[in-house]
């Protein structure tokens, strides 16, 4: 396990990872039960979750500013926060383009394509909870593959939306709009896949 002294990074990387769990659920949640009457109440809630991952995410870098010795390199837990920040970040820019958009309908491949992100999420809080114990977990390296394949299946899943919105759909404005969201969804795994793909790297620089 990490010594204590080291316990409040890998603490605030699960505590982030959770921020990140939070929005995906909002997000899906809305998505599943749409109704655009909501959607104010929707975007304060989802934004609420986005400032307090940033606020968890200055703290540690206030800690890391005055530490004198670090578990791993300072760029790696400055890169490690700032990406799973931007997860939360990129789970918020879809609500706010399905806004601005003022999407009346979920269309369903979004959606499949939105409960993929909440796996990768769940599985990102998981691949946290291991990386404080990188050097002795079993199961880290496993997290990182399953994180991995299911960035690979929402790619199958966006490469298919957007092959459905371009053969079904005539209205150039609904077509532009759907690519931008599912641009945006698709961006969230990959932003899980990023931060796997950091985590592998710091577990190779320290084993």
């Known amino acids: 396990m990490a010594k204590k002294q080291d316990s409040i990074y890998f603490n605030s990387f ?7 769990c939070q929005a ?15 959607m104010a109440d929707r975007m ?9 991952a940033d ?8 800690t890391l500013i005055k530490a004198f010795i670090t578990p791993i390199d300072r760029e790696d837990i400055m890169m490690l926060s700032q990406n799973i920040d931007d997860l939360t970040d990129n789970i918020e ?4 383009r399905i806004y601005y958009n003022n999407i009346r309908e979920i269309r369903p491949d979004a959606l499949e394509l939105m409960r993929i992100v909440c796996r990768c999420c769940e599985a990102v809080k998981v691949m946290m ?28 899943v966006y490469i298919d939306s957007m092959h459905r919105l371009h053969t079904s759909c ?17 961006k969230c795994a990959d932003a ?16």
């Open 129 to 156: 909870e291991e990386f404080a114990d990188f050097r002795h977990s079993k199961k880290l390296h496993e997290q990182i593959i399953k994180i991995n394949s299911m960035e690979e299946e929402a790619d199958k």
């Open 93 to 96: 820019d879809v609500l706010i």
């Open 44 to 52: 304060e809630a989802i934004h609420t979750v986005e400032h307090s």
């Open 55 to 62: 606020m968890e995410k200055h703290e540690l870098l206030n």
């Open 170 to 186: 005539t209205d150039p404005m609904t077509v532009m709009t759907w690519r931008e969201i599912y641009a945006y969804l698709e």
């Open 14 to 20: 699960i505590k982030c990872a959770d921020f990140s």
């Open 192 to 207: 899980c896949e990023h931060v796997a793909d950091i985590v592998e790297s710091v577990v190779m620089k320290n084993s």
């Open 24 to 38: 995906a659920h909002m997000l899906e949640e809305t998505m599943a039960d749409f109704d655009v009457e909501k």
